[in-house]
């Protein structure tokens, strides 16, 4: 079983940034990829970024690109999300995840609490 923690959300003007970390603690692989989901009120949950962490190799979401990016601490298995110039459509819960690779499909095994950021204008 894995736990996965997260931190770092808070509220922020338009144009700030955050960055949020997801600690993972229990029983581990070396293919396990970690990713981040959010969910906006009245939204269905939408994939973010991930990160594998046999390799370092990275994924995206279409909404992101550009503005947020993902790293590792590999010694604390901890991943993190930089967050740059936030719009208000990036509020939400946020969610740390991970699952199995080699990739991002199918399921994923197991959940953080969430955390949540909030954007003003």
């Known amino acids: 079983q894995v736990q996965l923690v997260e931190s770092g959300g808070g509220l922020v003007q338009a144009g700030g940034s955050l960055r949020l970390s997801c600690a993972a603690s229990?029983?581990?692989?070396?293919?396990?990829?970690m990713g981040w989901f959010r969910q906006a009120p009245g939204k269905e949950r939408d994939f973010v970024s991930a990160?594998?962490?046999?390799?370092?190799?990275?994924y995206w979401g279409d909404s992101v690109k550009g503005r947020f990016r993902i790293s590792r601490d590999n010694a604390k298995n901890t991943v993190y999300l930089q967050m740059n110039s936030l719009k208000p459509e990036d509020t939400a819960v946020y969610y740390c995840?991970?699952?199995?690779?080699?990739?991002?499909?199918?399921?994923?095994?197991?959940w953080g609490q969430g955390t949540q950021v909030t954007v003003s204008s």
């Open positions: 995840a991970a699952k199995l690779g080699p990739g991002v499909s199918g399921a994923w095994e197991y």
């Open positions: 229990g029983r581990t692989a070396s293919n396990y990829l």
């Open positions: 990160l594998r962490a046999s390799d370092g190799r990275t």
